[in-house]
Antibody, heavy 122, light 112 residues
Framework: EVQLVESGGGLVQPGRSLRLSCTAS????????MSWVRQAPGKGLEWMGF??????????EYAASVKGRFTISRDDSKSIAYLQMNSLKTEDTAVYYC?????????????WGQGTLVPVSS | QSVLTQPPSVSAPPGQKVTISCSGS????????VTWYQQLPGAAPKLLIY???KRPSGIPDRFSGSKSGTSATLGITGLQTGDEADYYC?????????????FGGGTRLTVL
């Protein structure tokens, strides 16, 4: 069974950094692209970016709204994907979801974690 | 403002059928597969339909997807109160040579 567990969320002050982790199990982690999506309270879904599998050079793509501030990486030996968030703003307050794609290149975002809440406030 | 356009809400009585539309452009729906997600209250989104019309295992055939041109539709038949949720469409978008994933704004389904 595919399982994705996000961790690392919690209250953070504006301007600070935070790193979220997504620990995967139940599949060969290195074979699949991994994405991050967030959902602000009471709002819709917003794609943050993704990282392809090593078969596709582990390349990344980001949403324009976070490019340059957020970085996605992966450690296939540990089956973990990361979302490094810098210079956080109050508008970054959201539940952050980790998602596994259907392929190593991308494909449909198929399996979702339960999410981790990141409130950004002073 | 979402790149993909969905109606904010739809409603229908139990046992009936409802459709949810998702409108995009040639840079997303027109040239890429459409995916649909169901988000029950307080839960994470769940994959409902992928590659326009395919259902993952475990998703009942009451749920169906279709695509025509730059629009897609999610259909739900035999509505149940447990279907009350937010539904989102999504697709890859290749505008200006930059790849990104775009979502619709979501549609709240009420089963009256």
């Amino acid at each position: 069974e595919v399982q994705l567990v996000e961790s690392g969320g919690g209250l953070v002050q504006p301007g600070r950094s935070l790193r979220l982790s997504c620990t995967a199990s139940g599949f060969t982690f290195g074979d699949y692209a991994m994405s991050w999506v967030r959902q602000a309270p009471g709002k819709g879904l917003e794609w943050m970016g993704f990282i392809r599998s090593k078969a596709y050079a582990g390349t990344t793509e980001y949403a324009a709204s976070v490019k340059g501030r957020f970085t996605i990486s992966r450690d296939d030996s540990k089956s973990i994907a990361y979302l490094q968030m810098n210079s956080l703003k109050t508008e970054d307050t959201a539940v952050y979801y980790c998602i596994r794609g259907n392929t190593g290149y991308g494909g449909a975002m198929a399996y979702w974690g339960q999410g981790t809440l990141v409130p950004v406030s002073s | 403002q979402s790149v993909l356009t969905q109606p904010p809400s739809v409603s229908a009585p139990p046992g009936q059928k409802v459709t949810i539309s998702c409108s995009g452009s040639s840079s997303n729906i027109g040239n890429n597969y459409v995916t649909w997600y169901q988000q029950l209250p307080g839960a994470a989104p769940k994959l409902l339909i992928y590659d326009n019309d395919k259902r993952p295992s475990g998703i009942p055939d009451r749920f169906s997807g279709s695509k025509s041109g730059t629009s897609a539709t999610l259909g739900i038949t035999g509505l149940q109160t447990g279907d009350e949720a937010d539904y989102y469409c999504g697709a890859w978008d290749g505008s200006l040579g930059v790849l990104s994933w775009v979502f619709g704004g979501g549609t709240r389904l009420t089963v009256l």
